[in-house]
């Protein structure tokens, strides 16, 4: 925009006979026509120049809007990152509260942002340089969730995760789940992970290129959700040979339930294994612990039937931050998912139930 350059010579604009102020002019002389255009060209050039040094910077440095609007980012140290949620209406249950997928579907998502904050890829599999060149992947070996205290709608829920190094071919995340109006944490998890090849399919060692991109954003003295001795998350899983005192026979995978590798989100098998649990306990206690393990990928045209036991050992609570105060209260169940057609397991499971407080 042109300015008049001279000192102003006006004064307050004189009044008309109504009251209004008359059209006056500065007494400075006004730009030729050429000195207009000249200076237009100039703006634009600069305006130009600008705009493309803007968008030099934006390619190079400037994170996407996605990024810049969700509410998480990289500590200060780069080896973990923390994002807060809101629970939406649609993210509650029946006792009004987030349900056990909720949870999982965040974990999940916090894990995708850390791994794309730190320059892995968006296409999924948060897979490095090196592992694409190579075709390798990574896929889910085994998950473990308590939940001490579910977050009701409209809760803030902040999380906190990382990854580290889990034996030759593997990786293992963590995550801490706290309440942001105070503090104070609400549930943890951890997870294995473990190196394949896409297209063969097998299991691979992780390479020391591999190692050295990954585990540079890794703590470099481990850092455990859970630290203490015989923990829930360590604890074997049994196979299950005996028939099962509890089924949900036929379920098969909607289209929704697919995720961008084609394969069944790793949360519908929670889902699944819900579906065999008894009603009155349902209608009696929330889940407290809930521990997969992973061993076969599930197809769209599968079908699978979710098995229950009943595991009459007692409860170990050592370990957690929350326990019931009358240990009867609880019950605890180990879980089967298989392919109804050659009976091959798909994953089995564990699960710990509270007492619901009325």
Not at 207 to 222: A, G, N, Q, T, Y
Request: net charge neutral; glycine share 8%; aromatic share 6%.
């Amino acid at each position: 925009m042109l300015r008049c350059h001279i000192p102003p010579q006006c004064g307050p604009a004189p009044l008309g006979r109504r009251g209004l102020p008359r059209a006056v002019r500065c007494a400075a002389r006004a730009p030729s026509r050429g000195a207009v255009a000249a200076a237009a060209a100039a703006a634009a050039q600069v305006a130009a120049a600008a705009v493309a040094t803007a968008e030099g910077r934006e390619g190079a440095e400037r994170p996407g809007l996605a990024e810049r609007l969700r509410m998480g980012s990289l500590l200060e140290d780069g080896l973990s990152y923390k994002e807060s949620f809101i629970v939406r209406c649609y993210e509650v249950g029946i006792n009004k509260t987030a349900t056990v997928e909720t949870i999982a579907n965040l974990l999940q998502e916090v894990g995708c942002n850390h791994a794309q904050s730190v320059g892995f890829s968006t296409d999924g599999f948060a897979t490095t340089t090196t592992m694409r060149e190579l075709g390798l992947i990574w896929v889910t070996n085994r998950m473990h969730i308590e939940i001490y205290k579910y977050p009701a709608w409209g809760d803030v829920v902040e999380i906190e995760t990382w990854c580290q190094a889990d034996g030759k071919i593997g990786t293992r995340r963590d995550w801490i789940l706290k309440d942001l109006a105070n503090g104070e944490v609400i549930g943890r998890a951890t997870s294995k992970w473990v190196m394949m090849n896409q297209n063969t399919r097998r299991l691979q060692r992780v390479s020391d290129e591999v190692r050295d991109e990954v585990f540079i954003h890794c703590p470099k003295s481990p850092r455990l959700a859970f630290p203490e001795e015989n923990n829930g998350s360590l604890k074997k899983i049994p196979v299950l040979t005996d028939p099962a005192q509890h089924s949900r026979l036929g379920l098969v995978p909607r289209r929704a339930d697919l995720d961008m590798n084609q394969h069944v989100n790793n949360v519908t098998y929670i889902g699944w294994v819900l579906e065999s649990i008894p009603q009155d306990i349902i209608d009696t206690h929330e889940l407290q612990t809930i521990t997969l393990d992973y061993r076969r990928e599930c197809q769209h045209d599968d079908i699978v039937d979710s098995l229950t036991y009943i595991e009459e050992e007692e409860i170990n609570s050592n370990g957690s931050l929350f326990s019931a105060p009358h240990p009867e209260e609880q019950r605890q169940f180990l879980h089967c998912l298989r392919f109804a057609g050659a009976g091959d397991e798909i994953n089995r499971g564990r699960t710990v139930w509270r007492k619901l407080a009325r």
